[in-house]
Each structure stands twice: as C-alpha cells, then as structure tokens.
C-alpha cells in the first residue's frame, strides 16, 4: 500500500474510533435523558428518547468492528471515549425537556457532520463496505435530527 494509501486508512481508522465515542457517549447521554425527563410530554419524549438510545447502540458494534476489520485496535476504557468524542456531558438531572431535546438535536447534527465528513476517508482507503455504512448511519442520525427538531417547533 502507498504512503497515500497508508495515510488514507489512518484517518478512516481514526475516524471510525471518534465516531464508535460519539456513539458511546449519545447512547449513555440519551439514556440519561429518558430516565430523567419530566414534565407534559413524558411519555412522548421517555420513547422517543429510547428509541433513538437503540438505534444509536445497535450501530456501536458495527463501527468498532469495521476498526478490526481495518486491522486496528477500538477504543478500549471510558477514559479512551472521554479523550475522542465531541458529545459532551451532561450530568444535570434537572434539565427541561426543551434543553434536552435541544442538546440531542445539537449532538445529532454534530454526528451527522462527522458521519458525512468519514466517507471521503472511506472513499480514500478504498473500503466500500464502510463507505456504504456510513450512508445508512447518516439517513439514521439525520431522522433523528428531523424527529427531535419536529418536536420543538
């Protein structure tokens, strides 16, 4: 394999462990949001809220097995999350259920950025199964942008 090619399948590998982090901690911070909703939309948002948390969770185990399938290590400790996403924490249980629909709306888009930004290092490194993932992980995350963003307006 070329230099190029070299350098091409190093940013496709570090971007799929940034991508399995921010898919980590969305699913924990979603999670926290349905255990910790209150107020008239309860109901609504505490399943909505778990449907998208299982949505996010089924994709984690793909992303770290297309990192193996790449012949490189995954993330490995919630410290190795902590140091790669972009999702940051929120530990207020108290939040509205406007501010948490918000910061999952803000977080999706952020994925949905990472996501499109993923697939020209993809593209590079010449692996097609990937490239074709991350066009499906993208339509989920912007569906999930749309439902959380249809809810506040």
Do not use: C
């Amino acid at each position: 394999m070329s230099t190029s090619g070299d350098n091409s399948k190093a940013a496709l590998i570090d971007g799929l462990n940034g991508l399995l982090a921010d898919h980590l901690a969305l699913y924990f911070k979603t999670k926290n949001f349905h255990w910790h909703v209150k107020g008239p939309r309860f109901r609504d948002l505490h399943l909505l809220f778990d449907e998208q948390a299982i949505e996010i969770r089924d994709q984690i185990d793909d992303i770290g097995e297309r990192v193996r399938k790449n012949g490189a290590d995954t993330l490995t400790s919630i410290a190795s999350v902590a140091a790669k996403t972009q999702i940051k924490d929120q530990d207020d249980t108290t939040l509205s259920a406007e501010k948490m629909v918000e910061e999952l709306r803000d977080d999706n888009r952020k994925m949905v950025g990472a996501l499109k930004a993923l697939k020209k290092h993809a593209e590079a490194a010449g692996d097609n199964a990937t490239d074709g993932l991350l066009d499906d992980w993208t339509d989920m995350a912007e569906e999930r942008v749309w439902f959380l963003s249809s809810t506040i307006q």
